[in-house]
């Protein structure tokens, strides 16, 4: 064989006996032609367990070989007399793979014919073993004759050309690697990844995945059972104690919860001065307040989202301050200088007149949910009907002076000579102002759960990381008073800081929203339902995780692969200290907006991202010692935190 076909994988076939040679002049037989002798394949392929290696010494390992996993740690190797078998070499598409017993690849399942049925060879073709019976193969169950492998052999064969792709790859990133410790002899680095892929050569194995969406098939009693597959439950997953979190009992925001915290806010709103303003224009009339409220709650969608936006433009504490508002106003392109109730100064008025009536009522004074100089979402809807009025029910008065305000509710905003009520001005202010707003400040946070959290994969990441996690969140949760054992905004902002992870590709803005929008809806956001309203539980931390994985600039399964690292924490670590321009590379190009479609699918971006931050708080306690990600407790992330500069 010459030198470069020792770098050629090569299918092992098991020798035929020398009567059944391939040889010169002689006719070919195949596997239909010549019964398999269970015994004969196993003795054979038991004797050889010890495969070429190619000239740079990485162990070639071929398709059968990988498919006999029983052949690699055999406790029974006789060899046969020299010269007896001799090895037979075939390329893997001019000579079809066979499957011996014991064989099980992977998704395959194969039954070994019945004794009667295997043909023994002449005593002189069996390896002398009598005198060993205890070494003797035992009798499997499992066998197959090629015949039965028929159909799969085109897959075999594309299984094996993959195998033979994969390795040559492997091998020539390998060979970089090497290279680069010849010109880095000090890299750490480069030394690390070279082992790590030189491991990787040799653990590679041929693989062929098959489904196994109807279960695997148990032999018992020579009758087939079929053991089903066990189907995820999303109560049974990491989210499941999240049912208990709200009184609604449902992993969802429901439309029976829309409408209870809709309803509360209103009726707060209107004890602090809104009914009186409805009534000031559109009489007091029965029916006019009921026309507002659900001209408001047809757009609770678009509404309380929008408030959760801007409540977030710097941090989150429930309310919306005065440059927060004016923000919004602008956004909507309400300001004009050229109105007598829309300039800029009438809009910081109603500002300042809204924030000042609710607190002048006693009931609501005492709870101390209405801050100075800021707006909670009841005083926000206050201002929104106060918007519609200023924009389309006040200067239809004025260029009526000698008419009245329309009594009762329906009138429309375009009709001629009338002044329109004040239920539609609000559908005429959602519908042809707040649609200037950006997209994303009305964002459905259930879709992102339907979509991306509550799904088996996510779920099995999550699971691997539990320990950790909980610890994580040990150290950040509150530990006394009423809120104990949930985590506000402070602590979950210290976190993403802590980590480094607030950059260009996820800036603080991006982190505000992630948690806002992992908040649960809550029927009663007013007195004791106001800390579930401002906090999350574990599981709403495991969705804001899920959230920021989904837009961070993180790497994909094949850059870690090709790079020789196992997983992201060390892959992007080694990328900053060595590549500034590659790790800036990823992060312009891999990274997403704000309600972006995500750059992999969200279940290996979590991961990911979970390896990055344990790698950091590994690298920052054991002080850059190796340590398994999996024994930090809570102890190690709390001396995290402490540790911060």
């Given at each position: 064989m010459a030198a470069d076909d020792s770098l050629i994988p090569m299918v092992v076939s098991p020798a035929l006996p020398p009567r059944l040679g391939v040889g010169?002049?002689?006719?070919?037989?195949s596997w239909e032609d010549y019964p398999l002798d269970y015994e004969t394949a196993m003795h054979r392929n038991r004797a050889r367990t010890d495969l070429k290696l190619d000239a740079r010494g990485a162990s070639m390992f071929s398709p059968v070989q990988a498919m006999l996993p029983s052949v690699q740690t055999s406790t029974y190797s006789p060899v046969p007399e020299a010269g007896l078998f001799p090895p037979v070499l075939f390329p893997p598409v001019l000579f079809p793979p066979v499957l011996f017993p014991p064989v099980l690849a992977h998704g395959l399942q194969v039954r070994r014919p019945s004794l009667p049925q295997l043909r023994r060879p002449p005593s002189r073709l069996l390896p002398k073993v009598s005198s060993l019976p205890h070494l003797r193969p035992e009798q499997s169950r499992l066998g197959t004759r090629a015949q039965r492998a028929g159909q799969r052999r085109s897959k075999l064969e594309a299984a094996a050309a993959t195998y033979d792709i994969s390795l040559e790859r492997l091998k020539r990133t390998a060979l970089l690697n090497v290279e680069a410790c010849v010109r880095k002899p000090g890299s750490s680095v480069a030394s690390e990844a070279a082992e790590n892929l030189t491991i990787e050569v040799r653990r590679h194995r041929f693989f062929l995945p098959e489904k196994a969406a109807d279960g695997l098939e148990r032999i018992e009693g020579g009758k087939r059972k079929k053991v089903a597959r066990r189907e995820w439950k999303l109560d049974e997953s990491i989210w499941g104690p999240r049912r208990q979190w709200i009184s609604t009992g449902e992993f969802y925001d429901t439309p029976a919860a829309f409408e209870v915290r809709f309803d509360e806010v209103f009726g707060r709103a209107l004890r602090s001065g809104l009914k009186r303003y409805i009534e000031r224009l559109d009489g007091s009339e029965e029916g006019v307040v009921v026309a507002v409220r659900d001209a408001l709650f047809a757009q609770d969608r678009r509404l309380f989202p929008c408030f959760d936006f801007y409540a977030s433009r710097d941090g989150y504490d429930g309310v919306i301050g005065l440059n927060d508002f004016s923000q919004f106003v602008c956004d909507c392109n309400l300001p004009d200088p050229k109105s007598n109730h829309l300039r800029k100064a009438d809009i910081d008025r109603l500002f300042i007149a809204v924030d000042t009536a609710s607190k002048a009522t006693a009931d609501e004074e005492s709870d101390g949910f209405n801050r100075a100089k800021a707006l909670s979402s009841d005083e926000f809807v206050n201002a929104i009907v106060q918007l519609a009025a200023m924009k389309y029910v006040l200067p239809a008065r004025d260029k009526d002076k000698g008419g009245s305000p329309t009594k009762g509710a329906g009138s429309t905003a375009g009709a001629t000579g009338e002044v329109p009520s004040v239920a539609s001005a609000i559908e005429c202010l959602f519908d042809a102002d707040l649609s200037q707003l950006d997209a994303n400040a009305f964002l459905d946070a259930n879709t992102f759960r339907r979509t991306h959290c509550y799904h088996e994969g996510t779920d099995s990441v999550l699971r691997q990381h539990e320990p950790s996690l909980r610890a994580l969140f040990g150290a950040l949760q509150i530990q006394r008073g009423p809120a104990?054992?949930?985590?506000?905004?402070?602590?979950?902002?210290?976190?993403?800081?802590?980590?480094?992870?607030?950059?260009?590709?996820?800036?603080?803005?991006?982190?505000?929203?992630?948690?806002?929008?992992s908040r649960m809806v809550v029927p009663h956001p007013y007195g004791p339902g106001a800390l579930r309203n401002q906090n999350i539980s574990f599981e709403g931390f495991l969705e804001a995780l899920c959230r920021i994985a989904a837009i961070k600039a993180l790497p994909s399964d094949e850059q870690i692969a090709e790079a020789g690292h196992t997983?992201?924490?060390?892959?992007?670590?080694?990328?900053?200290?060595?590549?500034?321009?590659?790790?800036?590379?990823?992060?312009?190009?891999?990274?997403?907006?704000?309600?972006g479609q995500p750059f992999q699918p969200v279940m290996r971006a979590v991961n990911h991202l979970l390896h990055i931050i344990m790698h950091t708080v590994t690298q920052s306690v054991a002080k850059g010692g190796k340590r398994s990600v999996s024994s930090l407790t809570d102890k190690d992330f709390k001396l995290f935190f402490k540790s911060e500069a």
């Open positions: 010169a002049g002689r006719k070919q037989l104990k054992g949930l985590l506000n905004f402070d602590g979950w902002f210290k976190l993403m800081r802590r980590l480094d992870l607030i950059q260009v590709d996820l800036t603080e803005r991006d982190v505000n929203l992630a948690f806002t929008w997983d992201a924490g060390s892959y992007m670590a080694a990328l900053r200290a060595d590549s500034p321009s590659a790790h800036e590379a990823l992060v312009l190009t891999q990274g997403r907006l704000w309600g």
